[in-house]
């Protein structure tokens, strides 16, 4: 099992910009998939931006196509989400999850382990 948790969220006005960082504990890290998902108030946890374990294949959902951009360092078990051009809907609690599964995959339920989540509020 591995442990997660996120950082780097905070406030920020439209168009501005954050890098989200989830720091991992286990052997398994590199061995893991990576996903980046978030939830807004009284909607459902939708999927941001996936990279696999060797970090050489990247999927991002649609509406952040061109504006975050996910990286991970295996050597660190980190995984980033840097984000910009930050637009009010972006506001979400973002979480970081692991994923067994060796292909691309972006439903919640193909992914194991959570973190706890880190605020992003982007202001008008």
């Known amino acids: 099992q591995v442990q997660l948790v996120e950082s780097g969220g905070g406030l920020v006005q439209a168009g501005g910009s954050l890098r989200l960082s989830c720091a991992a504990s286990g052997r398994t890290f590199s061995a893991s998939n990576m996903g980046w998902f978030r939830q807004a108030p009284g909607k459902e946890r939708e999927f941001v931006a996936t990279?696999?374990?060797?970090?050489?294949?990247?999927y991002y959902a649609d509406s952040v196509k061109g504006r975050f951009t996910i990286s991970r360092d295996n050597a660190k078990n980190t995984v980033y989400l840097q984000m910009n051009s930050l637009k009010p809907e972006d506001t979400a609690v973002y979480y970081c999850?692991?994923?067994?599964?060796?292909?691309?995959?972006?439903?919640?339920?193909?992914?194991?382990?959570w973190g706890q989540g880190t605020q992003v509020t982007v202001s008008s």
């Open positions: 999850a692991t994923s067994p599964y060796p292909t691309i995959v972006i439903a919640p339920e193909n992914y194991r382990d």
């Open positions: 990279i696999i374990r060797r970090g050489g294949s990247t």
